[in-house]
């Protein structure tokens, strides 16, 4: 009786690993570019409000903008949990094959190391 393969060790398994692999550092750009874009986006909006505040701006332009500032705060967080996560899953999926041969000198493999050390900054 043959022994039953993995699909991680077949070839079509590798391609699926690939394929995974690319998806979650593709993730985690995107991810750390819209949270730094978010970022900067609340420090804007917070010297916005500063600025109105210190100009005696009326209340309502003044709850306006302290809505937007909060909104724009709450974005930075959700961003950073949901970057928090991918790079979760991705340093445990490149734990899991940077050790298999067929993944020895991957330029995906580098890829991922890169983002992820890209992500930690």
Known sequence: MPL??????TP??????????????????????EHNLYREEAQAQEQKLSKLANE??????LKHAKRIAEESQRMVKDTRDRLDKVVQELTSFVASI?????????????????ALTAASV
């Open 98 to 114: 940077k050790n298999k041969p067929e993944f020895e000198n991957d330029e995906e493999l580098v890829k991922a190391e890169e």
């Open 56 to 61: 005696n701006a009326e209340e309502w332009e």
């Open 4 to 9: 039953a393969t993995t699909p991680s060790s």
């Open 12 to 33: 079509d398994g590798t391609v699926a690993m690939h394929r995974q692999l690319k998806i979650k550092v593709d993730a985690t750009k995107r991810l750390r570019k």
